[in-house]
């Protein structure tokens, strides 16, 4: 089973930007699309950007513009560059395949406030 591990989160003043990172292990996750996930306080998980194994990217409106997916096959890994951040992108963000297939990290904690 793969293992998920995300990183890159922190404190950042509204309009900043954080890079978060994804590195899975035990399995290539290169033949999967792969998403990036949020869940605030109180709400649902939410895709909110996915990739598929060719590289075609897709985004929920709430972050279309601000946020771009990209994978890494030869590090196994998926990234998250996010810009313009504003209080509502306050979560912690997940990464796992477009499906949820894989058992869930624990997450990286976003925070953005001024």
């Known amino acids: 089973q793969v293992q998920l591990v995300e990183s890159g989160g922190g404190l950042v003043q509204p309009g900043g930007s954080l890079r978060l990172s994804c590195a899975a292990s035990?399995?290539?996750?290169?033949?999967?699309?792969m998403g990036w996930y949020r869940q605030a306080p109180g709400k649902q998980r939410e895709l909110v950007a996915e990739i598929t194994s060719g590289g075609r990217t897709n985004y929920a409106d709430s972050v279309k513009g601000r946020f771009t997916i990209s994978r890494d096959n030869v590090k196994n890994m998926v990234h998250l560059q996010m810009s313009s951040l504003k209080p509502e992108d306050t979560a912690v963000y997940y990464c796992?395949?477009?499906?949820?297939?894989?058992?869930w990290g624990q997450g990286t904690q976003v925070v953005v406030s001024s």
């Open positions: 035990r399995k290539s996750i290169s033949r999967y699309a």
């Open positions: 796992n395949t477009d499906r949820g297939q894989f058992y």
